[in-house]
């Protein structure tokens, strides 16, 4: 008997179709991922199943839950007992005034039906096993963002749910969480169904079984991870695996003498906020046209030493010596979230002539600027909610090189944009650093992007 | 903790100081006499004449220059003693704890009213939504729409007329406070239950009550045990507001119900130019206002301390 | 669904609001006599073709006062937020941005006109100069100004630290280009909210101050008096109290009609 | 010291009906609704709330035509030269504390009561003296007639010796009369209980509450709701509306008190007789009494009452000639200007009125007033502020007009009021100002000492038509008091002096 069967499902806003008919079939102990770029409709297939679309969009087809076809109010009747939903944003799934331990014995005995004496045994027996023991009492926004997604999955496991959808597992978190998060994905849904969905090829890699590649609510190519990953048929599919920094041409490294003319340089330099000291003893020399990379956990100070560098925050201790005689606006940076980064309150253009206006600089290079960064004339019409997070990550480029800069520190540039668009923006960063000799610190949690676009890495540990 | 408590004295010390002394000025700066004012509130308003005025400004030393006053006052202020009314003769003290006692009682019999109306209402609303919401949405906006003394006029005319439930006006027994907690009450409500509606419906779209539906609580288990808590931090910042409009409504509704209240007294205290008596009562409703706020940013910050450090 | 909701209340308060402007001020024009004028022997009369909405208790037009009352408070209200609003915004930028001392010294004066009951301060101030309805508005602004101080405060304060403007600061532009670009579009639609709710305020106040016979002098037609004035005849002519009162609800559900966004706020 | 009253009530209630516990319930208890405060103990002060609810009472009582009837002193004589006035005691009279009431503790009362600001300082007393445990004995340096009436006055209410402290402040209203003070909660009520050994008529109702009701609407709504037994103040616009009432009686009493404009003579505008005769010409009296005031007979020309018969003059007319009115101006020299105000030399005739919302119809009155001089082009700024401000404004002469509410029956006999009103070229605060009649002042002065009837209504009349016609004060109508009384309510009588409320002849008919 299948655990899930779908047949013909999709979804529709009023009658545009965002989710394109689709069947499939889901047996014990079988795992599938739907792999595909962020907002391609991945998601509602999961919310069609699970039956919390919402109120402005329906679904239509026939989804079969443990071999029965169930309506929207049966199926509620089995979430959590039987079928259960790991939501995007974990740390915002958990209740924020309420500790993981609470929460998670809460499940247990309310919905496992459990006696307090016993859900408090299962909760400690779950918080060993997956070494939550350390954030077991705190609130949400006190716990790390992998560890707010492990007591999720537990929260979401602890009603003894057979079947788990996992809506994007591993968003936003570091290399070293994601392996760790998608193994216990794969532990607890062992004897049940696990259809998991995300933007990361090397985690469909993990999970394995069937994959499902989708693209704009549409399926593109479907088979086993082992056949689809290595050998991709569809040329998108194609697209999507080599977006992946491990696949990308390493270009050679420059290498640049002690000697030579140093823009900027930290002498026994401590960085913190407020009066908290995050990273002690930094010496380093970064010289104009040079690409250094700066990798570390979130949450060790990589930012913090960004703002440090462009003399936005006080250092602790220590020194930071610039080149003199350069004036301030050459020093630039580039942010992590770049639709907070503009005002959305004007056409882009508008932002554009402000800044042409304010230093007086020549419009006549703006042109061949937009091109070689892929933006056109009508999309500077438009304001920046009505833009694309990479163009607009482009467009904020764009001001910074009309400002000629000197120094440019990109802060995780890239996390928030799909792979294809994190290949193009930072291969231009690498551009710009040889072109303009401008120096260019690069941040990223990704030590493989680091590995193939900087000449050298500045390790911060935690 | 401590430390909050600590500014919060300072600046309870400089709005009781700052309160009392602008009444004083503001007082000091009205036109015509002091001591004619005193003999109408003393003598009654046929009785008052010269030699009643002259009289008055004797014996109160009215003539001394508003400076020496002043620091009369202060210096009875700092051995703690607020003087005597220049109408009645009687310590302000006593007169204002008959005065701030009754406006207390007043003043929570309205807000513990308007919460039972609006908390249930807002909640209510938010979660059924639809024809019962726009309903109610109309209804407060015209509650709103209404000047708290209509309010106190159609609470008499409906409970106190047709159906001779309770005392037109008056105090000294349980019953009598009734019909005047009921205006406060609906005045209040008529704004608390669209906060709390909205705060509600905030609560009820967001993440972590779905993923407590998907976690396979039932509505009633996830709005008890999680939209409760969450509910209350927004309501409680809100009532701290509303402790503004809530003297405003007192005034009136004092004045129409006959209740010997701060803010009916002060009324009469301006028009009476009794000095003393307002000055203690700004300087009580200084006091009262600062510890009240404090008792709300407290438990705010207990509800929910992600609120970083108190300030 | 939502959107549309939105824009037919605001909708409906606009429409009500010029409703009330066209009545009050195009009366004054198109109808001669004076709403200040008595006939004695004609009083509380049914309205008829003469006299629209009947007279008062003076014989009086009722259709020419209730013009003049609704001309003052709207121009009241009117005077009040925009001062107010200036005022705040002004005070809240200055305290925001400059922080220190500023910031003290205004907060101080916030907590000194917040603890005394605002009624009580008009009243004090209507006695300095009983009957001028300039202090009257110099009262209410003075008391209003605050809300939209403390707004204005906190929005710059959490606009201040977003990327949007540190990044603006890093390109070198000025304090008055990020209270264009950046901080004024965050704050426009909240003002507009509280500013629609602070007019209405401002009439409900002037309206309470008819109520203790503070302010309003005769013959000036105001709202609130003329509602105090006609109760005692609301067995007699309900249809007199009626009209003051429905005018004063009307004017301050429009005010609260054209404040609406999405949630109702909080004032 | 508030709590010591309610406590000292208390106590009060358990020595005098130990047996049995009596209560203030709804049933027992008639309530009473009044406009005013009582701001302290001391009856100098604004005593007549325990006049009133006849806690305390005088020597000397006032019956409904203004006779001067016994009270405390049974009877009472005045010596040849008029110099000493002694009053003989009612027989065995006792104080709510038991103590009983005799010549020393009436001397020692009345004493405290002449240090005071009262009406007592208006007369010429030189000393009040004890001549035996029944009679004291009052010595005056002239003849003074109005002091019989003085001695009816609540300023003069007699208090038993424990009443006051050390320095002579009233700590705790004990009196003699039929009710005694039950609770005390300042300034806004007062509960009295039946007082079983009052040397006079026994009351009959257990307990009476007195409470001020500021707002009129709230009263007429007590009245509506039958929550108020008797509520006095009625406003006379919801006075039709209340007499359609089934279970209510609508009393209307005439007052001796007059709603008149008090002019500033000094003023340029004001000082020609013609100018004021235009401006009483003006007055639609008529309209005012009937519209505004809603009883229509009130309106008058003249201060004093009809039944106040020596000081009435008979051919004085009332009626409203706009047109002569504007013709006196002309003559005047006024002349209309473009935007019809009258103008002498440039100078509009405008006036600022002064007048008090305490009593709500003044400002109404007044508005009447500001539109019907406007008619003869007059302009009229109100300003309603607080009553203080007329006496000062007669100190300083910054007056202009004033619109007031004068009560000549304060003390029985008017002449008091009168001299203190018009006795001197300045005036009176509440009187006339700058209006000097030398001829007229000195007989006033005269009057104290006339003892003839007939000379005496001779020189009155002659005093009021010289009034009349210079118009130092223009009247416009007598007051009329409406008082409400539930119909379970038996042998209530409203006292024109409002001096008493006569609780003790009430009875309940249930």
């Not at chain 4, 008082?483 to 309510?489: F, G, I, M, R, S």
């Amino acid at each position: 008997m299948h655990l899930i069967k779908t047949t013909d499902l999709a979804v529709y806003a009023g009658n545009v179709e965002l989710l394109q008919p689709l069947s499939l079939t889901l047996n014990k102990g079988e795992r599938l991922t739907i792999l595909g770029q962020t907002g391609s409709g991945k998601s509602l297939l999961a919310q069609a199943i699970m039956g919390n679309l919402s109120e402005s969009l329906h679904c239509e087809g026939n989804v079969e839950l443990f071999g029965k076809s169930r309506s929207l109010s049966e199926r509620k009747a089995l979430w959590g007992r039987q079928l259960t939903l790991l939501p995007q944003e974990p740390w915002n799934a958990l209740s924020p005034l309420m500790t993981a331990r609470n929460q998670l014995k809460e499940t247990y005995r309310l919905v496992r039906g459990l006696a307090e004496s016993a859900a408090r045994t299962r909760t400690e027996e779950d918080l060993n096993q997956f070494e939550l023991q350390a954030g077991a009492d705190k609130r949400v926004d006190q716990l790390s963002g992998g560890m707010a997604q492990r007591v999720a999955i537990t929260c979401a496991m602890a009603g003894g749910a057979q079947v788990l959808l996992a809506d994007e597992p591993t968003k936003g978190l570091d290399i070293s969480r994601r392996d760790h998060v998608v193994g216990q994905l794969k532990a607890q849904a062992a004897d049940g169904v696990l259809l998991t969905i995300t933007h990361d090829v090397a985690v469909a890699r993990q999970t394995g079984g069937r994959v499902m590649v989708m693209k704009d609510g549409v399926l593109l190519e479907e088979g086993l991870a082992e056949d689809v990953l290595s050998t991709p048929q569809h040329p998108y599919t194609r697209a999507l695996i080599s977006a992946d920094p491990a696949k990308w041409w390493q270009p050679p490294r420059q290498v640049f003498p002690e000697d030579s003319e140093a823009l900027i340089s930290a002498r026994q330099l401590t960085v913190g906020r407020g009066d908290q000291a995050l990273v002690s003893g930094l010496n380093f020399t970064v010289h104009p046209g040079e690409v250094v990379g700066v990798v570390g956990d979130s949450g060790c100070g990589k930012s913090t030493l960004g703002d440090t560098l462009l003399g936005l925050i006080p250092p602790h201790s220590g020194l930071v010596d610039r080149q003199k005689g350069i004036s301030a606006h050459h020093w630039q940076k580039l942010y992590q979230d770049p639709t907070a980064a503009v005002s959305h309150a004007v056409p882009l253009n508008v932002l554009l002539t402000d800044l042409v206006q304010l230093h007086n600089l020549d419009a006549t290079s703006v042109p061949a600027l937009m091109a070689r960064l892929g933006l056109s004339e009508t999309l500077l019409q438009r304001t920046a909610s009505e833009v694309s997070g990479g163009e607009l990550q482009r467009f904020c480029l764009l001001r910074i090189l009309l400002l000629k800069p000197v120094f440019l520190f990109a802060d995780e540039p890239t996390s928030r944009l799909d792979p294809v668009t994190t290949r193009e923006v930072s291969q231009l960063l690498v551009d710009l650093a040889r072109e303009q000799g401008c120096a260019v610190m690069l941040v990223s949690h990704d030590p493989m992007l680091i590995e193939k676009r900087c000449d050298r890495v500045i390790q911060l540990s935690a | 903790m401590t430390q909050l408590l600590f500014k919060r004295l300072l600046q309870l010390l400089g709005v009781a100081w700052g309160v009392s002394t602008l009444t004083f000025l503001l007082m000091r700066s009205l036109p015509g006499d002091m001591a004619y004012r005193i003999a109408a509130g003393r003598y009654g308003m046929d009785a008052v004449d010269t030699t009643s005025a002259d009289l008055v400004r004797a014996e109160l030393g009215l003539d001394q220059g508003p400076f020496r006053a002043y620091l009369q006052w202060f210096s009875d202020l700092l051995t703690g003693n607020l003087g005597n009314s220049l109408v009645s003769g009687m310590p302000v003290v006593d007169e204002l704890w008959h005065m701030l006692s009754h406006s207390f009682y007043l003043a929570m019999a309205g807000v513990v009213l308007s919460m039972l109306i609006a908390v249930p209402l807002g909640v209510a609303t938010a979660w059924w939504g639809g024809w019962f919401d726009r309903l109610m949405l109309t209804l407060s906006t015209l509650m709103r729409a209404l000047p708290v003394f209509v309010t106190g006029l159609l609470v008499i005319i409906l409970f106190a007329l047709e159906l001779q439930w309770f005392p037109v006006a008056g105090f000294g027994s349980v019953s009598h406070l009734v019909l005047p907690a009921i205006a406060l009450g609906l005045s209040l409500a008529a704004v608390s239950n669209r906060v709390v509606h909205n705060e509600a419906r905030k609560v009820m779209q967001s993440p972590f009550f779905e993923f407590a539906r998907t976690k396979g609580l039932s509505n009633w288990q996830v709005l008890y045990r999680h939209g409760v808590r969450n509910l209350a931090v927004p309501v409680v910042a809100f009532m701290g507001i509303q402790l503004i409009m809530l003297v405003e409504g007192v005034v009136m509704i004092e004045s129409l119900f006959s209740w010997p209240g701060v803010g009916h007294g002060l009324a009469h205290a301006i028009f009476a130019r009794d000095i003393p008596v307002i000055q203690g009562a700004a300087l009580m409703m200084g006091i009262l206002f600062v510890l009240l706020n404090t008792a709300v940013d407290i438990a705010c910050y207990c509800l929910d301390p992600r609120g970083g450090r108190l300030q | 669904m939502r959107e549309r909701t939105l824009m037919n209340a605001r909708g409906l308060g606009l429409l009500l609001l010029t409703v009330l402007c066209v009545y009050s001020f195009g009366t004054s024009f198109l109808f001669a006599g004076d709403g200040n004028s008595q006939n004695l022997n004609h009083i509380l009369s049914i309205p008829n073709a003469e006299f629209l909405l009947g007279t008062d208790h003076f014989g009086r037009n009722m259709w020419l006062r209730l013009a003049d009352a609704l001309q003052l408070s709207l121009f009241l209200a009117l005077a009040c937020v925009l001062t107010s609003v200036v005022t705040g915004v002004i005070l809240g930028v200055l305290a925001a941005t400059r922080g220190g001392w500023i910031d003290r010294l205004i907060d101080m004066l916030v907590t000194l006109i917040m603890a005394l009951p605002g009624l009580v301060l008009v009243m004090i101030f209507a006695s300095i100069a009983p009957g001028s309805l300039l202090v009257l508005y110099i009262a209410i602004a003075l008391i209003q100004w605050v809300e939209y101080f403390r707004l204005t405060r906190a929005v710059i304060q959490r606009v201040d630290t977003s990327p949007a403007v540190e990044s603006s600061r890093l390109m070198g532009f000025g304090l008055w280009y990020l209270f264009r670009r950046h901080y004024w579009p965050v704050l426009a639609p909240q003002l507009l909210t509280l500013a629609a709710f602070g007019a209405a305020n401002a009439v409900l106040m002037m309206a309470s101050l008819g109520f203790v016979y503070v302010g309003i002098q005769p013959p000036t037609a105001e709202l609130g008096q003329m509602i105090v004035e006609l109760f005692p005849y609301y067995q007699e002519a309900p249809w007199l109290l009626a009209q003051p009162l429905l005018a004063l609800a009307l004017l301050v559900l429009a005010f609260h009609l054209c404040g609406r966004r999405g949630a109702d706020a909080p004032d | 010291m508030l709590k010591v009253i309610s406590v000292l009530g208390v106590a009060g209630t358990l020595l005098l009906s130990a047996p049995l516990l009596a209560e203030p319930t709804k049933e027992n208890t008639l309530t009473i609704k009044g406009q005013f405060e009582f701001a302290s103990l001391d009856p100098t002060r604004r005593g007549y709330v325990f006049q009133r609810m006849q806690v305390l009472e005088t020597l000397v009582n006032v019956d409904s035509q203004g006779n001067l009837t016994p009270g405390l002193a049974s009877k009472w004589e005045v010596s040849e030269d008029g110099k000493a006035w002694t009053f003989t005691l009612q027989p065995d009279v006792k104080f709510h504390d038991g103590s009983s009431l005799d010549a020393a503790a009436v001397v020692n009362s009345l004493n405290i009561a002449r240090a005071k600001p009262g009406l007592m300082q208006g007369a010429p007393i030189t000393g009040i003296e004890v001549l035996d445990p029944q009679r004291i004995q009052v010595n005056l340096a002239n003849p003074y007639s109005p002091l019989g009436a003085i001695m009816a006055n609540y300023s003069t209410a007699i208090l038993a010796p424990k009443a006051f402290d050390a320095d002579a402040n009233v700590v705790s209203v004990i009196g003699t009369g039929p009710f005694t003070a039950y609770e005390i909660a300042m300034p806004h009520k007062l509960v009295v209980e039946r007082f079983a050994d009052y040397w006079g008529k026994k009351a009959s109702i257990e307990y009476a509450s007195y409470l001020t009701g500021h707002r009129a609407e709230s009263r007429v709504l007590q009245v509506r709701s039958g929550e108020g037994d008797i509520v006095f103040g009625l406003d006379a616009a919801s006075v039709p509306a209340l007499r359609m009432l089934p279970q209510v009686n609508i009393l209307r009493s005439d007052l001796p008190r007059v709603l008149s404009i008090k002019l500033n003579l000094a003023h340029p505008m004001l000082a020609s007789k013609l100018s004021r005769e235009a401006l009483s010409l003006a007055i639609n009296r008529q309209g005012i009494a009937s519209a505004v005031l809603r009883s229509p007979e009130s309106a008058t020309a003249q201060l004093l009452p009809s039944y106040m018969s020596d000081w009435h003059i008979g051919d004085t007319s009332a009626e409203q000639d706009l047109k002569r009115a504007e013709s006196l101006l002309l003559s005047e020299g006024w002349q209309k200007n473009s935007d019809g105000w009258m103008e002498k030399a440039g100078q509009p005739f405008e006036l600022t009125l002064i007048t008090y919302a305490d009593r709500p119809e003044l400002v109404t009155v007044a508005t009447a007033l500001q539109d019907q001089w406007k008619r003869i082009g007059v302009k009229l700024n109100v300003n309603v502020t607080n009553s203080s401000a007329i006496p000062s404004g007669h100190q300083d002469g910054s007056l202009e007009v004033a619109l007031i509410a004068r009560n000549y029956g304060t003390i029985a006999d008017p002449l008091g009021v009168l001299i203190k009103d018009f006795g001197n070229s300045s005036g009176g605060d509440w009187g006339s100002m700058n209006w000097s009649k030398p001829a007229i002042q000195a007989s006033l002065g005269q009057l104290v000492q006339q003892n003839d009837t007939a000379k005496y209504r001779q020189q009155a009349q002659q005093i009021a038509k010289a009034i009349y016609e210079d118009k130092p004060l223009i009247a416009i109508a007598h007051y009329v008091q409406h008082t409400a009384v539930q119909k379970e309510v038996e042998g209530f009588r409203f006292d024109p002096y409002e001096r008493s409320y006569y609780l003790n002849e009430i009875k309940w008919n249930r």
